[in-house]
Nanobody, 119 residues
Framework: QVQLVESGGGLVQAGGSLRLSCAAS???????????MGWYRQAPGKQRELVAS???????NYADSVKGRFTISRDSVKNTVTLQMNNLQPEETAVYYC??????????WGQGTQVTVSS
């Protein structure tokens, strides 16, 4: 099985920074290979959207709105992924979810961590 545990969410003022971390573990890692790990966010009444992702080979992808401000990184050995978020804006208040996509086995999600950016 797989467990994704997110941490680092909280309350921050506009312009501030947060670092989100996701620790992935479980027996699934002994059987399947990770394709992509990423962070998504969902605000009330809105669709869940991709914030940033990183492939097992290190290729990154960012939403246009966060380019230059957010940085995603991962440790493929430890199966962790981190999202450094700088210059946060109130409209980025949302629940942020860690996603892990495996070859063959598909997608798994964390429970989410709340990020609140005050004006």
């Amino acid at each position: 099985q797989v467990q994704l545990v997110e941490s680092g969410g909280g309350l921050v003022q506009a312009g501030g920074s947060l670092r989100l971390s996701c620790a992935a573990s479980g027996s699934i890692f002994s059987t399947f290979r990770v394709n992509i790990m990423g962070w998504y966010r969902q605000a009330p009444g809105k669709q869940r959207e991709l914030v940033a992702s990183i492939s097992d080979g290190g290729s990154t992808n960012y939403a246009d709105s966060v380019k230059g401000r957010f940085t995603i990184s991962r440790d493929s050995v430890k199966n962790t992924v981190t999202l450094q978020m700088n210059n946060l804006q109130p409209e980025e208040t949302a629940v942020y979810y860690c996603n892990c996509r495996f070859f063959v086995a598909g997608d798994y999600w964390g429970q989410g961590t709340q990020v609140t950016v005050s004006s």
